[in-house]
């Protein structure tokens, strides 16, 4: 919360924190106390959130599909909120409408990829995994659809800025509608860990064990999705975050989901905090969100691929 281009000693944070949670005053400048309240502790307590609901969701399709380049963005929920967005700017909706339709565009993505995986394949990991792929794809071409038609001196910029990510206008009651939404699907992953390490070892033996293979597939996707639809819908499309991270977590805890949910938790929340401090404080102007995680976690994931690659085959 020291970081930006109003720069504050971690003394002068402290301070002002402290003196919101006693009430007393805390001897700074005002411009101090609203840079760090109103301004910076949001966005902080945003860029964790979101970091840390993108890498636990990427964790569980991972886990959940056995295959390491699943995502997030899997079944078609990026594209889907960005539909969302698009028509809300489009219609010139506000903040907060743009928030909640994209929030319900990510969901109506994933339903249909879901339904028609349940028409076509039966619940199929496979087919769930080509339908989110249709899914996407047409999401993003109704969403380069309503590029086309906006208005390319406000509504275009606004809608090419919100897709390439960004917490820069995260407030307070950003957080207090989209939190509740990803601490439930977090709440509902931890729960569901161990059964979900069982699933692991194949649908066959995780039935010889007891385990409710569908429900609890139906189960992990739904929270996934809830999470990532609930981050992507305050930052944008942020790219990366959830393939790169539970690899990480993997070479740091092993590949038992039990032990990965929580490390990729962690380092979700203090990746993309690092990440968010980069983009407000390296340059004059601030780089997009999800610009930086693409450049940072291209070479990344290339060097964990180089030295993961023999677990993975």
């Not at 339904?115 to 969403?143: D, E």
Request: hydrophobic residues 60%; positive net charge.
């Amino acid at each position: 919360m020291g970081f930006g281009h109003y720069p504050l000693a971690p003394s002068e944070v402290l301070a002002v924190l402290w003196a919101a949670l006693t009430g007393t005053e805390s001897g700074q400048p005002p411009m101090a106390e609203t840079v760090v309240l109103a301004v910076r502790l949001p966005r902080v307590l945003a860029a964790m959130l979101v970091g840390a609901s993108l890498a636990a969701a990427g964790a569980a399709y991972q886990t959940l599909f056995r295959n390491p380049l699943a995502s997030p963005a899997i079944l078609g929920v990026s594209s889907g909120a960005g539909f969302g967005a698009a028509l809300a700017m489009l219609l010139s909706g506000s903040a907060l409408a743009v928030q909640g339709a994209a929030f319900a565009g990510g969901l109506l993505a994933v339903g249909a990829a879901m339904l028609i995986a349940g028409r076509l394949g039966k619940g199929s990991a496979l087919v769930m995994v080509l339908a989110g792929l249709v899914v996407s794809a047409l999401f993003q071409a109704l969403t380069s659809a309503l590029k086309y038609v906006a208005d390319p001196l406000d509504t275009l910029p606004a809608i090419v800025f919100w897709l390439l990510g960004s917490l820069g206008r995260v407030g307070t009651h950003d957080l207090a509608w989209a939190a509740p939404f990803a601490l439930a699907g977090m709440l509902a992953l931890f729960l569901l860990r161990w059964p979900t390490q069982v699933l692991e070892a194949g649908d066959d033996e995780a039935r010889t064990l007891g385990v409710p293979v569908r429900a609890l597939r139906l189960a992990l996707i739904a929270a996934a999705t809830l999470m990532t639809a609930a981050a992507v819908s305050i930052s944008g499309i942020v790219g990366w975050v959830g393939l790169l991270v539970p690899h990480l977590a993997r070479l740091i805890v092993g590949p038992a989901y039990a032990a990965l949910l929580p490390a990729s938790l962690l380092l979700g929340a203090g990746y993309l905090l690092l990440v968010d401090n980069l983009c407000r404080s390296a340059f004059a102007a601030e780089l997009p969100l999800g610009i930086v995680t693409a450049v940072l976690g291209a070479p990344v994931f290339v060097a964990v691929l180089a030295k993961a690659r023999r677990t993975w085959s």
